[in-house]
């Protein structure tokens, strides 16, 4: 029987998938051909979506993008045989796209069941918990440690380290959490990530929970995600079933539950504090530090709080081993990260390399430059708190301390491009009403500030004392980097400032003004 | 706004064994571990601008005005959030540091009124304070941008104002309402810039959960919470420390005053019996002290029905020693007597007292405390060896178990709730034994009680057997305990006792109504739960068994270990603010001060040498003895000091009848109160504000009562008295009430080291203090007992004569709620009528269904004793056949049902147990209209009175 | 509010307040079924999880996606992050506006839409995005702008 | 005063001290609580009643207080505790 694949992924799906899969069953059935479709994740290759393949003796064949008006043509060409067609793109791993990639988080997203356990085993998965098992939580700390990972949510600090915390403050209860609150514009790889493989983030969470004999673990999830929440529900009631969760995990005598919780529609709540409040039941404001969540996080217990693909990434160290992990990347950017092409870029999608490539490798080599044909102008990196950088930066290279050596920061690995016709400073102004809508309103200078940045540069927009509101922008900018509580108003400066030094004119400043 | 002498240290001092040395600003500064730097900072007299903190609240980091450098951190942490470390090096100004402040001021004010000089808080506002701290001099942002500067104010409570416009969003007052009150009333409504603080579903103040306790009030640090006298009159000048005259827990406040006028009562942080909250009453409701229905002249009549006629102090003093003389010397000595007040000072009961015993020779001296807490007196003292409660109020955070019996602190003694509704929010488990539901049962957010054992009233003693039964049965006695630090036989015989299978829970389940498994549930949680703490009120002590069920009580913290350290004990809730006081003081027709019986000759001796008189060995009469010996002609005149009980007695038919069978009535008091109506003689006394003295609260503290204005009459209440006896020919001579305290001291062994000069330096004392206790005794029986051994006894379930029948199928049981107090002579001339305007029955919706009765609904009550008419309000915080009101108002006559019956030991009497009908009706009981008509009546003579000029 | 409505309210706290934190998944689920929160519910809410009305309204208020009336029968929310606005968002918003007659945050005449801005859908890959619903759409124009809404309200016929 | 109110009052002091199994220890339990919270003209009414009308309706453990401790309970002699 042949083997057809189509995402259920919801980028997949918000190109029509749902209807090319209706398609294909009713074409096989008025042509009587059976066939097997397996609902996969999205190999991430956005401009071929809605993308069939299917299986082959020599590999998969992918046809792309695939509209369920394509569908007869497509049977008539042979497609179950991997037969030739216009919209035929040979085997799915030579194209250049994926095969220049290094997947190693997101090996199997695209390629499996996502909801089938035996799927999900037959491509390595639960190795790594099986290791893991076998070993103390010390041991399992100290190989995170080894392995140099360091958190993928934006902050990236060291995993091994707050796992450490977290298991060096003594309480009965414990708990892991995971931010699956993806807010940041540009980026998807944890959602592909839910929706595509998530036993491998179940996987990485009862490890961290063996770690620090957490034995309660909650996904916050943001609402916007409906199907990744569908997806993560079926695949823990399935893990539950086969003893990978529960009060028994795997006969090892060691519990863990997992549940699901949906954000309300905040951005803030991707700060860990506020999502703490959050999954509390209270209102997402933020908590000062210390204390730490690690020491008193979640109900006031210890928790470790990870990102999606930081969770993600720990069955593969201990399947593979710390080492292996660690020989990815460069300098103190251990592993691969996946990367997310988005905005006006010919080809999004996600590209996970290790540390290192330059924007250019991405937005061109990967991109293929920008959809529209224009020249790409500025790319914004790490969402909407991420500076926004002219076309002279892009041969940084893509590690957490090469960019903020240009006062920029990788966060999420989230890259947005914009073509010559973007008004830089209309994004330097929606930066600040972004801060101003989603600010939780507890610390002054971003309850007031973002409110006043806004106005401040209409008014600069409107050339009233532009002079002196220049300066008092620059000001305010100041008061929220180091005078906000946390990183939402800290950070709003990033993309204000970063428009107005490398893009002044959108500002209305002559390339000889004085601009302090 | 915070008192406006205080030093604010941002956030609350902490307590360590460790001590931690850092630098601030280059000088070296040691704090406990865990303070926070800006707390060392304000303790090293550097004073760091801030806005969000307050030492009353924990930290909150919103602000950012308290920004500080830390030498080898990156950044500029909040001082208020960031825990101080060993040698840490701190810069809390720099020119960096400064233009960050300034920034955020900018900030601020761009979203604020410039209307200072006409805002209530121009002067004393910490907004304009930090304004001017960090110098700033222009905002920069204009204010054509977003504000909030047209939202409208509310100012639905009658005692402050909320001005949104002015808010900045701290969430002072959110966070006062949740961490200082526990009533979670306010939060904050959306986000962003739009956050603004709201009441309930952004409701006004009185439509939402706010309890008023003012805590928001105290907590803002503008003029956006701000109490209307300071609205009407401006900033007060001074401030002087006094304590609250309501209930039992005695807050300490700073009366904030303008000349000789109150402008706002501001808690005190350092009143250790409140730090710094209160409740509605003692914060805002003092406005009766300058109430025009005040009496300022004495006054005299021959009969009740003549008008007064308002006569000089000398010829009202001349008039009462001659009546009394005159009785005296017709009817004998023991004709006459007097009650002192609960509501006076200490020194001023003291005084009454010794006039009884020393000018009128007899001891027919009473207090209000025989028709409350009498039965703790006599329990306490039987089985522990002194007449109070065990612990200091802080000992409730140490209590792992709290039983609330009898009693409704969130009602009765808010601001100790406040204290006991954190330390259930921290995990204590509660047991509440109450015929009804109150608020602590279930009380948002997360309070509920382990166990509510919902007995029928009357029952306690059944109860509390059976409680004792559990624990002794099951093992769970701390015999350990039990044998060493009590009389063994008295415990094997009291152990047998109560091992009965008549106190059984499934026997005593048949009695009480509560089901076995709950009694044997909260026995075990009692004796196991840890430290476990017994809070009650007069839901133990005004019943027929009484002082049996405050004996009970004992026994049971005895046998289960839980007395003589923090965390323990059995404490009542006193009522009024000076009950201790007064009992302490010798106000007991059988005690000297300190409880010494008076046929103790030696004890006697003690006082006939310091008076100069021969006491009488024999008891006197005890109020509602005093009653019957008038209405039997044995007993002609009373001198009343601040006490109503034609309203707060029983039975006010037999009460009223026995005022008109006595030739003269002295009444003492600020108005002129329903027991005044029958009074011949009305000297106008003085309130809490208006003199010195100290008053003694629930835990045996002592604290100073100061003089803020002279008495609107002219005299204090303790010179009246001392007038009093000088006219009967008897000498006394105080030129201060610091005297009588010496006195007091003189011939009190557990007051023995109490001076007003002492009081001034400690803030209070809690007795006993003396040689062996020089600062005073927190917790009592700490090693053992007063007594010596605690004595076991044995309390036989004795079911009330008070029953139910087909008459009347129903069991009234009474009690009081939170803005009104007792029998509401003050707070019913306040604005807390806002919450209060009639006393209501409470009725179960089956029982009211019965009778066809709806919400609101007139209805008839009737005893045997007699009938009122009150609104009726369904409600199922009761169970079915049981109904409950309160007293606070004159007109519902609520003890003219109630009934003569009364504990055995003491004749307090039984309130909690009226058996009742309740009928629909259209109009007032006869009572009740007779009752209006001699109000009137009373009244009309009262205006009709003859003046003099002043 | 009807009846009805105040039962379900309670069903489905009693049903999900044992859950630690319980207050956001109730609230998701009454707007769930009810399509939004009504005032009515806060209280009903806030004695079965023995909370304050404040607090659950300090909640209720706190979160974008409650809402307190009603919306028309297919929520439109149209992404205004910055990938989207690189790829025409602005110029999809305002012809969303124009073709439906409404500005966010209000429905048409006829209930049938509402408008709501987003930020991010997760689909950044295909900007510009929208939701109707639960369903996500991508690289969105007018035209198929105009053909998802007969699309949707097709299928709700 | 109302005899039959005192009658009621001693009644119900007997009530506590019934509990007591040996009745002398009782009686002289309620005697002394008689000493000691009595105004003595209330005593006296009260011995007087069982005097003369035989203490009609009072608790055993009332009569053989008043019986027992009849000096001290009129005030005629200290109590010998």
Not at chain 2, 255 to 280: F, I, L, T, W, Y
Request: aromatic letters at 6%; a negative charge; proline letters at 5%.
């Amino acid at each position: 029987m042949n083997t057809l694949y189509i995402p259920q992924d919801s980028g997949a799906l918000s190109l029509g998938a749902e209807g090319v899969a209706r398609a294909v069953q009713s074409e096989a059935r008025k042509r009587g051909e059976e066939l097997r479709l397996v609902r996969t994740g999205s190999r991430g290759l956005y401009w071929l979506e809605p993308l069939l393949e299917v299986a082959t003796p020599s590999g998969r064949v992918a046809y792309g993008p695939v509209s369920a008006s394509d569908v007869p043509s497509l049977f008539e060409a042979g497609v179950l045989r991997g037969g030739s067609h216009a919209l035929c793109l040979g085997p799915i791993e030579e194209l250049p796209y994926l095969k220049q990639q290094e997947r190693m988080t997101l090996a199997r997203v695209g390629i499996t069941d996502p909801t089938s356990l035996e799927d999900y085993a037959a491509h390595g998965g639960f190795r790594g918990l099986r290791n893991a098992l076998g070993l103390s939580g010390e041991q399992i700390i100290k190989e995170v440690m080894d392995s140099g990972l360091r958190g993928r949510g934006g902050a990236a600090f060291p995993t091994g380290i707050k796992w450490k915390t977290a298991d060096a403050t003594p309480s009965p209860q414990k708990y892991i959490v995971c931010n699956a609150d993806e807010g940041d514009s540009g980026t998807f790889s944890d959602r592909m990530i839910m929706e595509g493989d998530p036993f491998v983030l179940i996987e990485g969470m009862v490890i961290a929970g063996l770690a620090i004999g957490a034995t309660q673990g909650y996904i916050y999830l943001r609402s916007e995600y409906p199907h990744a929440y569908r997806v993560l529900n079926l695949a823990i009631e399935k893990a539950q079933s086969a003893g990978y969760l529960g009060g028994d995990v795997l006969g090892s005598g060691k519990s863990f539950h997992l549940e699901v919780r949906r954000g309300a529609g905040s951005y803030i709540c991707g700060e860990e504090t506020a999502l703490l409040e959050s999954l509390e039941g209270k209102r997402g404001v933020i908590r000062y530090r210390p204390p730490l969540p690690a020491v008193s996080g979640l109900f006031g217990q210890p928790t470790i709080i990870n990102n999606v693909i930081t969770l993600a990434s720990v069955p593969l160290i201990f399947d593979r081993g710390a080492a292996f992990y660690k020989n990815y990347g460069t300098g103190r950017s251990r592993g691969t990260l996946p990367f997310q092409l988005a905005g006006n870029v010919k080809r999004g999608g996600l590209v996970e390399k290790a540390f290192g490539l330059t924007l250019s490798e991405l937005l061109y080599d990967f991109g293929g430059g920008s959809f529209t044909g224009r020249p790409i102008r500025a790319v914004q990196i790490g969402g909407p708190l991420g500076a926004y950088l002219p076309e002279a930066l892009f041969d940084t290279p893509l590690d957490y301390e090469a960019l903020s050596g240009v006062q920029a920061m990788l966060g999420h690995g989230g890259i947005v491009a914009f073509d010559d016709t973007v008004d830089m400073a209309s994004m330097a102004r929606f930066a600040m009403e972004f801060c101003a809508l989603e600010s939780c309103g507890k610390c002054t200078p971003c309850r007031i500030g973002s409110t006043r940045g806004v106005e401040v540069i209409d008014k600069i927009l409107r050339n009233r004392n532009r002079k002196g509101n220049l300066h008092l922008l620059r000001d305010l900018c100041d008061i929220m980097v180091s005078g906000s509580l946390c990183g939402l108003g800290g950070l709003i400066p990033n993309p204000v400032l970063s428009a107005l030094k490398h893009f002044p004119k959108d500002f209305g400043i002559e390339e000889t003004e004085e601009l302090h | 706004m915070h008192a406006i002498d205080d030093i604010d240290y941002g956030t609350p001092r902490k307590v360590s064994d460790t001590m931690v040395t850092l630098q601030v600003d280059g000088s070296a500064v040691t704090v406990p571990a865990g303070s926070s730097i800006l707390y060392a900072a304000q303790a090293a007299g550097r004073r760091i601008p801030k806005l969000c903190a307050t030492d009353s609240l924990e930290a909150f980091g919103s602000c950012r005005l308290c920004l500080v450098e830390i030498q080898g951190r990156r950044g500029y942490p909040a001082s208020c959030t960031t825990p101080v470390e060993e040698g840490m090096r701190v810069r809390t100004q720099t020119p960096r540091l400064a233009d960050l402040r300034r920034g955020i001021m900018e900030l601020y004010i761009s979203d604020h009124p410039l209307d200072c000089l006409t805002c209530p808080a121009n002067g004393h506002c910490e907004l304009q304070d930090m304004a001017g701290a960090v110098g700033l001099r222009e905002v920069r942002y204009g204010y054509d941008g977003a504000n909030h500067l047209e939202v409208p104010k509310d100012e639905s409570n009658p005692y402050f104002t909320f001005d949104p416009s002015k808010c900045i969003v701290c969430s002072r007052c959110v966070r006062a309402c949740a961490e200082v009150q526990g009533t979670f009333a306010l939060t904050i409504d959306g986000r962003g810039f739009a956050s603004k603080v709201s009441p309930g579903q952004r409701e006004s103040f009185m439509d939402s959960e706010c309890v008023s306790c003012g805590a928001c009030v105290q907590a803002c640090p503008t003029a956006t919470l701000m109490e209307n006298s300071v609205y009407q009159m401006g900033q007060p000048d001074r401030a002087v420390v006094t304590t609250c005259a309501y209930c039992g827990v005695g807050c300490s406040f700073k009366a904030e005053v303008k000349g000789d006028q109150v402008v706002r009562m501001v808690p005190n942080k350092d009143g250790h019996a409140n730090h710094g909250h209160s409740c509605v009453k003692g914060r805002f409701a003092f406005g009766y002290t300058t109430h025009p229905d005040r009496i300022l002249k004495p006054m005299l009549r021959k009969s009740i029905d003549e008008p007064w006629k308002e006569v000089s102090w000398n010829d009202a003093i001349g008039y009462v020693a001659g009546e009394f003389k005159r009785i005296q010397a017709g009817h004998g000595s023991d004709s006459i007597g007097a009650i002192t007040s609960s509501r006076c000072t200490n020194e001023e009961t003291f005084l009454v007292q010794k006039l009884v015993r020393a000018a009128f020779g007899n001891n027919n001296v009473d207090t209000c405390a025989r028709v409350c807490h009498s039965p703790t007196g006599y329990g306490l003292k039987t089985t522990l060896g002194t007449s109070a409660g065990t612990q200091a109020f802080d000992s409730v955070e140490k209590a792992g178990v709290i039983v609330v019996i009898g009693a409704s602190p969130t009602d009765g003694h808010p601001v100790f709730a406040s204290r006991m509704k954190r330390r259930l929010r921290e995990g204590a488990k509660l047991i509440v034994v109450d015929p009804r539901a109150i608020d602590l049962v279930r009380t948002p957010p997360g309070i509920e009680a382990a166990c509510h054992l919902q007995l029928q009233p009357g029952t306690n003693v059944a109860l509390i057997n059976s409680l004792a039964h559990v624990v002794v049965t099951e093992g769970l006695a701390n015999e350990a305990f039990a044998l060493e630090r009590c009389e063994p036989a008295d415990y094997q015989k009291w152990k047998a006792f109560v091992s009965q299978q008549t106190y059984a829970p499934e026997q005593v389940e048949q009695v009480t109504g509560v089901p076995a498994a709950q009694i044997r549930q909260a026995a075990r949680l009692y004796a196991t739960g840890g430290n476990a703490a017994i809070y009650y009120g007069l839901g133990v002590t005004e019943h027929s068994q009484g002082s049996t069920m405050v004996i009970g009580m004992a026994n049971l913290a005895m046998v289960t270990g839980n007395l003589g350290r923090e965390g323990v004990g059995v404490n009542p809730l006193r009522g009024q603010n000076n009950v201790q006081g007064a009992c302490d003081m010798g106000s007991f027709p059988h005690e000297l001060s300190g409880y010494r019986h008076i046929s103790d000759a030696g004890v006697r001796g003690l006082f006939e040498k310091e008076w100069n008189v021969t006491l009488n060995p024999e008891p006197g009469l005890r109020i509602p003895n005093m009653f019957d010996a008038a209405l039997d002609g044995s007993f002609k005149a009373i001198y009343i000091q601040g006490e109503d009980f034609a309203q707060s007695d029983p039975n006010t038919q037999h009460v009223e009848s026995a005022l008109r069978a006595m030739e003269c009535v002295v009444v003492q008091d600020l108005f002129l109160n329903e027991t005044a109506k029958f009074a011949h003689v009305f000297l106008p006394g003085s309130t809490f504000l208006e003199k010195d003295g100290t008053f003694t609260n629930a835990e045996r503290r002592i604290q100073r009562v100061r003089k803020v204005m002279p008495p609107m009459a002219g005299l204090a209440d303790w010179e009246i008295t001392m007038a009093i006896a000088n006219a009967m020919g008897y000498s006394m001579h105080y030129d201060h009430p610091s005297e009588i305290m010496d006195e007091i001291a003189r011939l009190t062994p557990t007051l023995r080291g109490v001076s007003f000069e002492k009081l001034d330096r400690l803030g209070s004392i809690q007795w006993p203090c003396n040689d062996n206790a020089p600062e005073g005794t927190p917790t009592m029986h700490v090693g053992q007992f007063v007594r010596g051994k605690g004595k076991f006894t044995m309390t036989e379930y004795v079911a009330t004569e008070e029953r139910t029948s087909r008459k009347y199928p129903l069991i009234l049981t009474t009690g009081r709620i939170l803005s009104q107090y007792n029998v509401g002579a003050q707070t019913r001339r306040t604005g807390n009528v806002a919450w209060h305007q009639e006393d209501v029955l409470e009725i179960h919706a089956h029982d009211a269904e019965q009778r066809g009765i709806a919400d609101d609904a007139k209805v008839s009550v009737a005893s045997r004793a007699g009938n009122v008419v009150l609104t009726a309000r369904i409600s199922d915080r009761i169970q079915p056949g049981v109904v409950y009101t309160t007293f606070h108002h004159p007109v519902s006559g609520t003890n003219v049902i109630t009934t003569d019956n009364s504990d055995w030991a003491t004749n307090c009497p039984e309130y909690k147990v009226t058996a009742v009908e309740v009928s629909p009706v259209a109009r007032h009981s006869e009572w009740q209209r007779q009752h209006r008509d001699f109000t009137a009546r009373q009244q009309a003579l009262l205006k009709e009175r003859e003046t003099i000029e002043a | 509010m009807p009846i009805e409505s105040g039962e379900a309210i309670a069903r489905i706290a009693k049903a999900l307040k044992h859950k630690p934190g319980a207050l956001l998944p109730i609230l998701q689920e009454i707007q769930e079924q009810l399509g939004h929160i009504p005032s009515e519910a806060v209280p009903i809410v806030a004695s079965e999880l023995n909370l304050t009305r404040a607090e659950v309204h300090g909640v209720v208020s706190f979160y974008h996606d409650f809402r307190s009336e009603p919306p028309g029968r297919h929520v439109i929310r149209i992404c205004q992050a910055e990938s989207c606005q690189a790829m025409g968002s602005a110029v999809l918003t305002a012809f969303a506006k124009t073709h439906l007659g409404i500005d966010f945050h209000e429905t048409t005449a006829d209930a049938a839409f509402s408008l709501e801005p987003v930020y991010c859908l997760g689909n950044c890959a295909c900007s510009p995005a929208m939701a109707v619903g639960k369903e996500v759409y991508g690289r969105m124009t007018p035209q198929r702008f105009q053909e998802v809404l007969q699309e949707v309200a097709g299928k709700s016929e | 005063m109302d005899v039959q109110r005192l009658v009621k009052m001693a009644n119900d002091i007997a009530s506590f001290f019934e509990a007591e199994p040996d009745t002398s220890k009782g009686a002289r339990g309620a005697a002394d609580h008689l000493k000691n919270f009595w105004d003595p003209r209330m005593r006296r009414q009260l011995l007087s009643y069982l005097d003369e009308q035989g203490g009609a309706g009072l608790k055993s453990i009332v009569l053989e207080a008043l019986r027992q401790h009849r000096l001290e309970i009129a005030g005629q002699q200290p109590p010998d505790r």
